[in-house]
């Protein structure tokens, strides 16, 4: 589970993000990196028993995801993310791509999954699936339980003009206009400090898996 020190750790980050502060309280950083990494190698774990296609093997270091931030092309000068992110690929150990995803920050923590904003060759492969196969897709997206978790599918970052090789009038145009495949679920801090907090993200995740199976089906 989440310790509540980690929580704190990042509450406190957000009001003093500048290296100073972050120097003198090292240590609290890297006892908070430690227990999201010992809490990712559960969550591996657990995601291995329902989804074989996450490599049982992943190096839980590499899936936390760096604190620093990139500053150079950014109005945005603070040295630090106010939160953990945990990347764990649905297959091989490259981070990114189809993948299941961890955001801890405090009031603002959730469990992701899908494809962001896929490279150019991926998203041709998929729109190409969709249209092919979109049958599949909208049986998992359109189901009650999966509406309630992650609300509605279509309601993301969409295109404003139709894709290159389809129509307007193509019965899945929101679908193939969408730039990113993606579902997340809020989680409360109460939810990730509790002894159970595992087996809730990784029974999150198996909700998504089948959007990941489809998804990692159409780049294959």
């Known amino acids: 589970m989440i310790q509540p020190q980690t ?3 990042l509450k406190e980050l957000e009001d003093n993000n500048n290296r100073e502060w972050f120097q003198a309280n090292k240590e609290r950083y890297e006892s908070a990196r430690e227990n999201l990494i010992e809490f ?11 989804d074989p296609g996450v490599n049982g093997d ?3 270091k590499k899936c936390v995801m760096r ?14 993310k106010n939160n953990f992110g945990v990347s764990i690929p649905a297959s091989g150990l490259k981070l990114g791509g189809v993948e299941y995803y961890l955001h801890v920050q405090p009031g603002k923590s959730f469990i992701a999954g899908g494809y962001w904003m896929p490279e150019a060759e991926h998203l041709k492969a998929i729109r ?6 979109a049958a599949d897709l909208k049986k998992t997206i359109d189901d009650k339980e999966f509406i309630k978790l992650f609300g509605e599918f279509r309601k993301q970052d969409q295109l404003k003009t139709v894709p290159r090789d389809y129509t307007a009038d193509n019965e899945n145009i929101d679908l193939l206009k969408l730039k990113s495949f993606i579902v997340s679920h ?5 939810e990730l400090m509790n002894a159970k907090s595992t ?3 990784v029974n999150t995740c198996s909700k998504i898996l089948p959007l990941n199976v489809f998804l990692k089906n159409a780049i294959a």
């Open 199 to 201: 087996d809730l993200i």
């Open 7 to 9: 929580l704190e750790f």
């Open 40 to 50: 990712t190698v559960g969550i591996i774990t657990g995601l291995h028993k329902i």
């Open 128 to 133: 190409q699936e969709i249209d092919y196969n």
């Open 58 to 60: 992943l190096d839980a």
């Open 186 to 190: 809020q989680v409360t801090d109460k």
């Open 67 to 80: 604190i620093y931030r990139d500053i150079r092309f950014s109005k945005n000068k603070t040295p630090y």
